[in-house]
């Protein structure tokens, strides 16, 4: 069982970065699917929350209208669109699987916002 986030680096303010979420072995469908990032110095922040299941989807009030969450099911992955970034969104970026009996992390990917 393992997540695999990529499509972190460094970009200008105002620029685009897609970050993406990769599962082996198991599958996306019976899990609710989290984006989370830690900037230095501070606690790690949900970024948004989506389940295939019940179509659920919500984003922190600080991405919202800038940030979009899409999945591909026949590739296992979840995507996080990340437009008009702005340098108080640098951080390290984690996406999590979860159920009421487990949660599973990847490690991360950095993304870095020049102002």
């Known amino acids: 069982v393992q997540l695999a986030e990529s499509g972190g680096g460094l970009v200008q303010a105002g620029g685009s970065l897609r970050l993406s979420c990769a599962a082996s072995?198991?599958?996306?469908?019976?899990?609710?699917v989290a984006w989370f990032r830690q900037a230095p110095g501070k606690e790690r922040e949900g970024v948004s929350y989506?389940?295939?299941?019940?179509?659920?989807?919500y984003y922190a009030d600080s991405v919202k209208g800038r940030f979009t969450v899409s999945s591909d099911r026949a590739r296992n992955t979840v995507y996080l669109q990340m437009n008009s970034l702005k340098p108080e969104d640098t951080a390290v970026y984690y996406c999590?699987?979860?159920?009421?009996?487990?949660?599973?992390w990847g490690p991360g990917t950095q993304v870095t916002v020049s102002s």
């Open positions: 999590s699987a979860q159920t009421v009996l487990t949660t599973y």
């Open positions: 072995g198991f599958t996306f469908d019976d899990y609710a």
């Open positions: 989506f389940t295939h299941r019940n179509g659920s989807l």
